[in-house]
């Protein structure tokens, strides 16, 4: 008998990168470095995961997780996790404070369709400016999401 445990694959729900690589270089070569190394420390699979920059490196990073095909024994992209960039400035954490700006729903709207399905959360702030209209927004259209969890919700709903 064996001492070996066999246990489900981990998922990452928010992962940047790893090993040198993240998902903001918007490169095949990138996403491809952490699908084939995650495997090793038990990640099977992960929502690939922006930050906020400005919206045609999101755009870029959004279409490459999309496009990009695993191997046989590689991690998988089960999806996409938007982090920011409507976010509350003082509760920016490690977010660049340049980037960070007030909902667009026509930018939003032009992320869901390039993601195709694949977008499955995003952080935002709900008490900024439109940040109700955007929970309805996201709501309407499917998508899951998650608050930003240092924040104070300033308004209420």
Do not use: C
């Not at 064996?2 to 998902?23: N, Q, R």
């Not at 491809?32 to 995650?38: E, G, I, R, S, W």
């Amino acid at each position: 008998m064996s001492d070996e445990i066999l246990i489900p694959g981990f998922i990452d729900l928010h992962i940047h990168g790893a090993y040198g690589a993240d998902v903001m270089d918007g490169t095949e070569e990138a996403v491809q470095t952490m699908t084939a190394k995650l495997p090793a420390e038990g990640t099977t699979s992960f929502l690939a995961t922006t930050i906020t920059m400005e919206p045609q490196a999101i755009s870029k990073a959004i279409a490459n997780s999309v496009s990009f095909l695993k191997s046989e024994g590689e991690a998988e992209i089960v999806g996409i996790h938007i982090e920011g960039p409507f976010i509350n400035e003082s509760k920016k954490g490690a977010q660049p404070l340049e980037y960070i700006m007030d909902p667009s729903f026509s930018l939003l709207t032009e992320w869901i369709k390039a993601g195709k399905g694949m977008i499955k959360q995003m952080t935002y702030a709900p008490e900024i400016t439109q940040g109700v209209e955007l929970t309805r927004f996201m709501q309407e259209n499917g998508l899951i999401h998650q608050l930003v969890t240092r924040m104070q919700i300033t308004k209420r709903w």
